[in-house]
């Protein structure tokens, strides 16, 4: 898997390098004329945007979901503290009614 990363990482670089100076002409995006180079960048800008999004996305769902977890477990531990005060509480008053 490391290695299959690094190929990818290398091909990846070479694009970008290849694309960087070998673009040529211009395009139009949006009504507005761009040159070959800066479609490119602003596709690169897109990808990394887009990237990012789902990493904060991943990392706050994870985050909702742990704190769900662990709201739901200390809930949990609540009721049994209450269920335990109260039979706790029973058997002090019992021990008293014998006296």
Known sequence: MVVLGLILI????????????TAEGTVE????DI?????FLVGLGSGIALW???SIGKFG???TLRQRRESKQLSELSEKLE???DERGDD???DRSNW
């Open 10 to 21: 290398a091909a990846g670089a070479l694009a970008i390098v290849g694309a960087v100076f």
């Open 29 to 32: 995006l949006l009504g507005t």
């Open 35 to 39: 040159s070959a180079l800066a479609l």
């Open 52 to 54: 990012w999004g789902f």
């Open 61 to 63: 769902t994870k985050r």
């Open 83 to 85: 269920k335990h005060e």
């Open 92 to 94: 002090v008053k019992d």
